[in-house]
Structures are given as structure tokens and as C-alpha cells.
């Protein structure tokens, strides 16, 4: 593998492989520039994944300790677990569903079309759904997604046959197996589907796409990419001019490093993005890097999610073939009759026994707990993942009493639920649960949200810098060669499960950050 020099102040430093990430080294090696990428975690290969969720949880997911405050779920059931993500080469992307619906045209402007709520803090983007489709276009050809650019869709599995029949016969219209990022039939190098139901532990075969078997392969083939991993990023260092000029970093045993650099990405997911900023204050930047709206940790979100489970009389085997691939769009159009503003998407979800007790009724007990796991193999699930209100109160800060292994403060990720999101999960469990009963359930379970997935908003872009962290290329407004590429940088959550989206935007600044080097003026 290529190395680079501490010293070499010409590379590009990107913190984090995933979508993100992995998307920005491989536009920049491709356009002959070098790059050190960060990776926190190690380099599991497909060929390592293993097909069990309590051992793929040991093996991909970031485990460092995290305090969850508020009125959430997740504060009194999992309060040391508020989000689930990877610590691997590759991140989340390792394990994630593969649903990649794009926003529509009116979650870019939130606060236009839904008015004024109260108690959020609902801004429009700084960009339309018209600048961001080519990127859209290029990001599901990269990603192989089916239903799109001539791509076949994957085939129905008894999970999302339950529900298509249901949604058939409550009316709905617009339903379908994805569009979904795992390979149908041979892609890009990649094989097609075996069905195999674990891609959430790792896909073994490579038909699911993740930066592991896609950007980062094909970054690293250039030799311009240098990947260190088991790297944790602990502060960005600034220049006498004011300007981001490397990154201290820590490695597997513990010792401090220093990489120079030219530019610096963040791609550490909505939490650790914000963690890393907020330690990295200086004299200049009391209150974190790019923090000078006072926007840097606000505003998270992690849609609003639950889950519904149907019993059914006859098998279902939900586990059996891909995890999501089954997806209902009717909902998730705007329409305040319904009592909340924005929509949700109704999506399959198949978990192996582990992941169903756990989440299921999180500390369940007794016989009718004990009952429900009994009909595992007759059960169907759904999730719902609906577009939860920005507020500023919902922010991640650094934990005044919980520390890291390295003795940094833990994030403390604060999220209280905003009425509008409670009266679209209540009407999201209204009807998925009329929706399996249509088609014969005989018992429905109302389960809350897991961990989130799906991680938001802490370093917002706004068109003004008195708004928010970032432009609408995920540039810092206060330090023109800082740039932030993954979802921290939504100004709203929209109802899509965010990775197609991330990939586009980071698509765009990679021009951007392109051009302008090529101006000189990075």
C-alpha cells in the first residue's frame, strides 16, 4: 500500500470510510490527487463477515461508550446504545438495509412548504432536488441499485409479499422491492443475490454494495489512496492562518500521531463529526471548529422510527432472502389532514432471532413475551421511517462525566420527541397494523425504535454562515479547507433512508472541491 510522509502537507485527510468517505477518496484519486484516509476500525473482509448477529455485532459495530438522554425510547432502553454504526473499514455501509429512495422535491424545502411549526427548527437547503439528480443518477449506477437505469428488481420474498398484499388492500398504489443497492444479477464485478438473509451481518458474497467491495478497492488500485486503519481521529489542528492544516490521530496501541494535509474531510457520522469538532476547540474557536452560528451539534435527528410485528397462522419466515427489500412510498407525501406535517415510508425488515427478542419488547418477560418469540417463524415485520422535526435542543455535546478509551469525553446524544413525530409514528402503527390485519394477522406488536441507523443534522448547511456549520457543498463556513461529507450535514431528515443521498451530495463537493484547487484557492 502506498505511504505517505507525517510532513506531506499536499494530501487530502478524509476521517472515516464510509459512503461518505470512501465516495470523496475515490473522486479525488481519480482526479490525481493524494489521500490518507482515517479509519477508526479494523479491516474485516467479506470472507471474515459471520453469519451471526451476536458475533457480527461484536465484530462491525462501534461500541464506545455514548450516553443517551431525553424523552426518547432509546434513553430508558438502551441509554449506553443510541446509535448503531460500524467501526470497520467501510462503516455502516457494512451491515446497512440497502434501501435507497431518493427525497422528493418538497423535503428540500421544509420550511416553506410545511409553515412554521413550533418548537422546530425547520430551514430549507441551500439546494433543490433539480441540482441533485444527475448525482442521484451517478450515485445508483456506482451503487448498482435495482428498479433504476435499466437494473431488474430483486425478486419478492414472503416478507415483502405480506406486505405489498396488505398495502394492496388498504388502497395503496406505490409499492415495490426497492429500489434497493444489491446486485439482482452480476454487476461491477460483483455476483448476484443469494438471498442468503444476513447481509446485516456482513455480506459474504459481495452482492450487497458497501464502500469495502466498491470505492475503497478501487480507490486503493490507483496507488494513491493510503488506508490507516485502526486510526481514531482525536483533534484537527489549525494553521497561523486560520486554516485546517492536519489531524492528530491515534493508533491501535494507543500512540499520538500527526498527519499534515492540505484539506481535511470529516465523515464520522453525525455523532463522532460533532464530537471531533467540538474537542478540537481552540483559542480562536472556543466553542468547536465551525461553530461560530452556534449550530455544531444541534438539530440531530434519527427519523421517526418504530417498528410493527404480525403473527400470522401460517409460516412466514421473514429472515429468508434480503432484510429490506420491500418498501411503500403511498405515505410518504406531505398532507397535514393526517394530522403532522411530512411522510413516512413503510419498509420490510426481516431480523434474525437475537436482534427480534431484543428489540421486540426490549426487556421483555413473561408469557406473552414468551409467546410472541414462539411465533418467530410465523411473523412479518415492518419499519417505519418517517421525517422527525429538526429542534435545537436535540444535540449531541461531550459527556461532562463519560470518557473513551482514550480518555476524551463521550458523546451525549439528547433527544427529545417532538409532538409532530409522535403523531406520525402513531399513525404510521395505525396503519401497518390495519395493513397485516387486512391480510389475515392475528396479533400485532407496536415495537419502539432500536439504535439509530440513520444519524442527522448535527452540522447543518445553510446558505448563510450565521445558520449553520456548512455550505451547500459541506464546506465550513468559518474554515474554507474543512469539509464535511456524511449526514451531519442535512438540513432536514426528509422521510428517505439517507445513504443514496449522502453519496450524491458528496458526489457534488467533490467537483466542487475539485475546481476549486484547481483555482488555487484550496
Request: glycine share 10%; proline share 6%.
Amino acid at each position: 500500500m502506498t505511504r505517505y510522509e507525517l510532513t506531506d502537507d499536499d494530501v487530502a485527510l478524509i476521517i472515516g470510510s464510509g459512503p461518505g468517505g470512501a465516495t470523496l477518496a475515490l473522486q479525488l484519486v481519480r482526479q490525481g490527487k493524494k489521500v490518507v484516509m482515517l479509519e477508526a476500525g479494523p479491516w474485516v473482509s467479506n470472507e471474515d463477515f459471520v453469519n451471526d448477529e451476536r458475533k457480527a455485532f461484536d465484530q462491525l459495530t462501534w461500541k464506545d461508550p455514548r450516553l443517551a438522554t431525553g424523552t426518547w425510547s432509546l434513553a430508558s432502553d438502551f441509554p449506553g446504545s443510541p446509535a448503531w454504526m460500524g467501526k470497520v473499514v467501510g462503516g455502516t455501509a457494512t451491515f446497512w438495509t440497502g434501501l435507497t429512495p431518493r427525497f422528493k422535491a418538497h423535503e428540500f424545502r421544509p420550511r416553506s412548504v410545511y409553515g412554521q411549526v413550533s418548537d422546530a427548527a425547520l430551514a430549507d437547503w441551500p439546494i433543490d432536488l433539480q441540482e441533485l439528480e444527475p448525482y442521484y443518477d451517478a450515485s445508483e449506477i456506482a451503487m448498482g441499485t435495482s428498479h433504476r437505469h435499466g437494473r431488474p428488481p430483486l425478486p419478492a420474498n414472503n416478507n415483502y409479499k405480506v406486505l405489498a398484499n396488505g398495502a394492496a388492500r388498504l388502497g395503496y398504489e406505490h409499492y415495490a422491492t426497492g429500489p434497493y443497492a444489491t446486485n439482482v444479477e452480476p454487476y461491477d464485478g460483483r455476483p448476484g443475490t443469494l438471498q442468503d438473509g444476513f447481509c446485516q451481518q456482513g455480506d459474504k458474497s459481495r452482492a450487497k454494495w458497501s464502500p469495502l467491495v466498491s470505492e475503497i478497492p478501487k480507490a486503493l488500485a490507483t496507488g494513491l489512496l493510503e488506508l490507516r486503519t485502526n486510526s481514531q481521529a482525536v483533534q484537527i489542528t489549525l494553521g497561523t492562518d486560520g486554516r485546517a492544516d492536519g489531524v492528530v490521530y491515534s493508533d491501535v496501541d494507543g500512540v499520538l500521531h500527526r498527519q499534515s494535509a492540505r484539506v481535511v474531510a470529516m465523515a464520522g457520522n453525525a455523532i463522532e463529526t460533532p464530537r471531533l469538532l467540538l474537542t478540537s476547540a481552540t483559542n480562536g474557536h472556543p466553542d468547536g471548529l465551525a461553530n461560530s452560528s452556534g449550530q455544531l451539534g444541534r438539530n440531530y435527528m434519527r427519523h421517526t422510527t418504530g417498528v410493527v410485528y404480525a403473527e400470522f397462522p401460517d409460516e412466514v419466515h421473514m429472515y429468508r432472502g434480503e432484510p429490506m427489500a420491500g418498501i411503500v412510498n403511498d405515505e410518504s407525501r406531505h398532507d397535514p389532514s393526517r394530522g403532522f406535517v411530512g411522510g413516512y415510508y413503510m419498509e420490510s425488515i426481516a431480523q434474525g432471532l437475537p436482534s427480534f427478542s431484543t428489540f421486540m419488547t426490549p426487556h421483555g418477560w413473561g408469557p406473552e413475551f414468551t409467546s410472541k418469540i414462539e411465533a418467530y417463524t410465523r411473523t412479518a415485520g415492518m419499519w417505519i421511517c418517517g421525517e422527525d422535526m429538526p429542534r435545537e435542543t436535540n444535540r449531541v455535546t461531550l459527556s461532562s462525566s463519560l470518557k473513551d478509551h482514550l480518555g476524551l469525553p463521550a458523546p451525549e446524544v439528547h433527544y427529545d420527541d417532538h409532538p409532530n413525530d409522535i403523531a406520525m409514528r402513531d399513525h404510521a402503527y395505525t396503519q401497518g397494523e390495519k395493513l397485516f390485519r387486512a391480510v389475515g394477522a392475528v396479533r400485532t406488536t407496536r415495537a419502539p425504535g432500536m439504535p439509530s441507523g440513520h444519524n442527522l443534522g448535527t452540522a447543518r448547511m445553510s446558505a448563510s454562515s450565521a445558520d449553520g456549520v456548512v455550505n451547500s457543498f459541506g464546506q465550513a463556513h468559518d474554515i474554507p479547507n474543512l469539509f464535511i461529507s456524511d449526514g451531519s450535514i442535512f438540513t432536514s431528515g426528509a422521510a428517505a433512508n439517507p445513504t443514496l443521498t449522502i453519496m450524491a451530495l458528496v458526489l457534488r463537493q467533490a467537483e466542487y472541491l475539485m475546481e476549486q484547487a484547481r483555482v488555487g484557492v484550496l
